[in-house]
C-alpha cells in the first residue's frame, strides 16, 4: 500500500538566516501549514557549517541580523562591533525559540527532488528518508554559498591527515598544535590565517590570489551606542534600506578624482584605521568600484600598507594585489601581521604551483615538500546555483532547473524563475548584490506578500513570464559590465570555478533600488509575472 505524501500549503527548504524568517512570515503571520527543511543538524544554515578558526560576519553586528521586530531588536545585543560564528548561531537559535518556529523545522533531512504537477499545481518533495509532501508554494532558502568546491589536485586522496573545507567544518575539530595547510586566501581564507596562526604549530599559506584587505577594526560595542541603537533602530534601519550595500555607514557621493591627493589619502587613513572593507570601497568614495583611477589609488594606499606592515620584503610583494580592488570587499583583524610570524610560510602558488598533494602534505613545483597534519581547503563554493543542482527540480514539462539555467543560471529579481510556478528563491541569481541579513529579509517579505496576495484572490500560479527574467538577466550582466567587478576574476561572476563559463550572478543597482523595483512591479499588479487562477486553491 502506498502512503498518501503529506500535504502542506507551503515548503521551505533551509533554516539560515532565510529559512528561518520565511517560516516565521508563512506560519506566524500568514497562517498557513508550512515545514521547513534543513539537511544540517541543527538550524543556522551557513553558521552552522561553518565553524572554521575565526569564522564571523565581516559587516558591522548591528546591520548582521533581522530588523522585522522592535522587541527583538532591543532584548538582543551583541558585545562586539563584529559577531562570531558562535554568538551568530546562538542568536538564531534565540529567534528560533523566540518565535516557536522548532517544531516546524525537519532537521538531518534532504530534500531530494522536487516535481510540478500542472493538473494540481501542486508540487511533490521527496525526502532522503523516503517521504512525500505536497505543496502549492516552494520556497528555497538554500543559501548563496552553500555548496563547497574543491581544488583538483593530483593526489588529493592520498593524503593521511585530515583534509576539511572550511564550509563544512566538523564540530569539535581542534587544530591546535598541528602543522596545518590552507589552500585559499579569500574572505575565508583570511579569516583562517589569522586565527588559525595562534594555534598551530605552523601554518603553510598556499595563496591562489593576493587581496585587498583592510582592518576590521573590531572592539567592544558600548553602552552608549547600544542604547542609542536601541532607541533609534527605526531611522537606523530606513537608513540601511534607503542605501546600496546596506552596511550601516554613510555612502560616499564623492568621486575620488575630485579631491587634492592629500585629501584622498586622508580619507583613506581615517577608513582605515576605523576599519570594515565596506566602508573603505563604498565609504570613501563613490566611484572605486567605476573608476580605474579612482580604483588604482584605493589599491595604491592598500599595497603601500603591506609594505609598511610585512617585514620581509619579499613576502610583502607576493602578498600584494596587482589586479583591480574589485572583488568582495574583505576586512579582518592583523591578516598582513601575521605573516610576520615564525610559524607562517606564504607560497604563492601562481609563482609556485602545487604539483601534487601526498601522503604527508603538500609538493610544490620548486620541488619543495610542506608536511602536514591538516589540510585546510578554503577555496570556496559553487555560488548560487550550486545547492539548487543538488536537488532534482522539475517544472514545466518535466524540466529540469538544472538545464533551464545550464551554465548561467538567470532569474527574475532573483525570486522567480519562467517555467517553475510558485516556487520562490531567496537570494537566488541575480539577486542585489549587499549586506546579506537585509537583502534576504527584503525577499522573504516580498515572497510573504506575494503569496498572501495570491491566496486572497484565488489566484494558483504565480510564475515569472521568460521575457522578464531575459531582460532582468540582461540588465544585471549590462549593469554589472558597467563595473570593474567584471574585470576581475572571482566568485561573484563564477569564475572561481575552473572550466565554467563566466557569468552574471549580482545585481548591482542596490538595495535601494532594488526595493523600490519590488514595490513597482506590485504596484503594477505583479509586471512580469503570468497570474493563473484556473483550479485556484482555496483562498484565506
Given at each position: 500500500m502506498t502512503r498518501k505524501p503529506t500535504h502542506l500549503d507551503a515548503?521551505?527548504?533551509?533554516?539560515?538566516?532565510?529559512?528561518?524568517?520565511?517560516?516565521?512570515?508563512?506560519?506566524?503571520?500568514?497562517?498557513?501549514?508550512?515545514?521547513?527543511?534543513?539537511?544540517?543538524?541543527?538550524?543556522?544554515?551557513?553558521?552552522h557549517w561553518n565553524r572554521y578558526p575565526g569564522a564571523a560576519a565581516d559587516v558591522d553586528s548591528i546591520v548582521y541580523r533581522y530588523s522585522f521586530d522592535s522587541d527583538l531588536l532591543r532584548e538582543w545585543n551583541w558585545k562586539n562591533r563584529y559577531a562570531t560564528q558562535p554568538e551568530i548561531l546562538a542568536y538564531l537559535e534565540h529567534v528560533v525559540d523566540r518565535f516557536e518556529l522548532r517544531e516546524d523545522i525537519q532537521l538531518d533531512t534532504t530534500v531530494e527532488s522536487l516535481t510540478f504537477d500542472e493538473d494540481s499545481n501542486l508540487w511533490t518533495a521527496r525526502t532522503d528518508r523516503g517521504e512525500e509532501f505536497t505543496a502549492t508554494y516552494v520556497v528555497g532558502a538554500l543559501g548563496p554559498l552553500s555548496t563547497p568546491i574543491f581544488p583538483d589536485i593530483e593526489g588529493r586522496d592520498s593524503f593521511a591527515g585530515t583534509q576539511v573545507h572550511t564550509g563544512a567544518w566538523p564540530e569539535g575539530f581542534d587544530i591546535t598544535g598541528k602543522k596545518v595547510g590552507v589552500i585559499g586566501t579569500g574572505s575565508t581564507g583570511t579569516q583562517f590565517v589569522g586565527a588559525?596562526?595562534?594555534?598551530?604549530?605552523?601554518?603553510?599559506?598556499?595563496?591562489?590570489?593576493?587581496?585587498?584587505?583592510?582592518?576590521?577594526?573590531?572592539?567592544?560595542?558600548?553602552?552608549?551606542?547600544?542604547?542609542?541603537?536601541?532607541?533609534?533602530?527605526?531611522?537606523?534601519?530606513?537608513?540601511?534600506?534607503d542605501s546600496r550595500v546596506a552596511c550601516g555607514f554613510q555612502e560616499s557621493e564623492t568621486s575620488a578624482m575630485e579631491v587634492s591627493v592629500e585629501e584622498r589619502e586622508r580619507r583613506f587613513e581615517e577608513s582605515w584605521e576605523k576599519g570594515n572593507g565596506f566602508h573603505f570601497m563604498f565609504?570613501?568614495?563613490?566611484?572605486?568600484?567605476f573608476n580605474p583611477e579612482s580604483n588604482e589609488a584605493a589599491a595604491s594606499f592598500i599595497r603601500s600598507k603591506i609594505a609598511e606592515i610585512v617585514r620581509d620584503p619579499e613576502t610583502a610583494r607576493k602578498l600584494m594585489p596587482t589586479d583591480f580592488y574589485a572583488k568582495r570587499p574583505i576586512c579582518n583583524?592583523?591578516?598582513?601581521?601575521?605573516?610576520?610570524?615564525?610559524?607562517?610560510?606564504?607560497?604563492?602558488?601562481?609563482?609556485?604551483?602545487?604539483?601534487?598533494?601526498?601522503?604527508?602534505?603538500?609538493?610544490?613545483?620548486?620541488?619543495?615538500?610542506?608536511?602536514?597534519?591538516?589540510?585546510?581547503?578554503?577555496?570556496?563554493?559553487?555560488?548560487?546555483?550550486?545547492?539548487?543542482?543538488?536537488?532534482?527540480i522539475r517544472g514545466?514539462?518535466?524540466?529540469?532547473?538544472?538545464?533551464?539555467?545550464?551554465?548561467?543560471?538567470?532569474?527574475?529579481?532573483?525570486?522567480?524563475?519562467?517555467?517553475?510556478?510558485?516556487?520562490?528563491?531567496?537570494?537566488?541569481?541575480?539577486?542585489?548584490?549587499?549586506?546579506?541579513?537585509?537583502?534576504?529579509?527584503?525577499?522573504?517579505?516580498?515572497?510573504?506578500?506575494?503569496i498572501e496576495a495570491a491566496r486572497r484572490r484565488g489566484i494558483a500560479t504565480v510564475e515569472a513570464t521568460a521575457a522578464a527574467e531575459e531582460e532582468w538577466t540582461a540588465m544585471c550582466r549590462e549593469m554589472a559590465e558597467h563595473s570593474l567587478f567584471a574585470q576581475t576574476d572571482s566568485w561573484i561572476f563564477g569564475s572561481n570555478i575552473p572550466g565554467k563559463k563566466r557569468r552574471t550572478l549580482f545585481y548591482f543597482g542596490g538595495i535601494a533600488a532594488y526595493r523600490e523595483k519590488l514595490r513597482e512591479i506590485v504596484a503594477a499588479d505583479y509586471e512580469g509575472f503570468t497570474l493563473d487562477h484556473e483550479g485556484s486553491p482555496t483562498a484565506a
Open positions: 515548503i521551505v527548504i533551509g533554516a539560515g538566516f532565510a529559512g528561518i524568517y520565511m517560516l516565521h512570515k508563512l506560519r506566524n503571520e500568514l497562517g498557513v501549514r508550512v515545514r521547513a527543511f534543513e539537511r544540517g543538524t541543527g538550524i543556522g544554515g551557513t553558521w588559525a596562526a595562534r594555534m598551530t604549530e605552523h601554518l603553510t599559506v598556499f595563496q591562489r590570489s593576493a587581496q585587498y584587505v583592510v582592518p576590521a577594526g573590531d572592539a567592544p560595542l558600548s553602552d552608549e551606542f547600544i542604547e542609542d541603537y536601541r532607541e533609534n533602530h527605526e531611522q537606523f534601519w530606513k537608513q540601511v534600506f565609504g570613501t568614495f563613490a566611484d572605486i568600484a583583524t592583523g591578516y598582513y601581521e601575521t605573516y610576520n610570524r615564525d610559524n607562517v610560510t606564504l607560497v604563492s602558488t601562481k609563482e609556485n604551483p602545487i604539483v601534487r598533494i601526498t601522503p604527508t602534505g603538500v609538493e610544490t613545483e620548486d620541488g619543495t615538500r610542506h608536511d602536514l597534519d591538516v589540510l585546510v581547503f578554503a577555496t570556496g563554493y559553487e555560488a548560487m546555483q550550486g545547492s539548487y543542482n543538488r536537488i532534482d514545466r514539462g518535466g524540466v529540469t532547473l538544472k538545464e533551464h539555467w545550464g551554465e548561467a543560471p538567470s532569474s527574475y529579481l532573483g525570486v522567480a524563475t519562467t517555467g517553475f510556478p510558485n516556487l520562490f528563491t531567496v537570494f537566488g541569481p541575480n539577486s542585489v548584490f549587499s549586506n546579506l541579513p537585509p537583502a534576504l529579509q527584503t525577499q522573504v517579505d516580498w515572497i510573504a506578500e506575494t
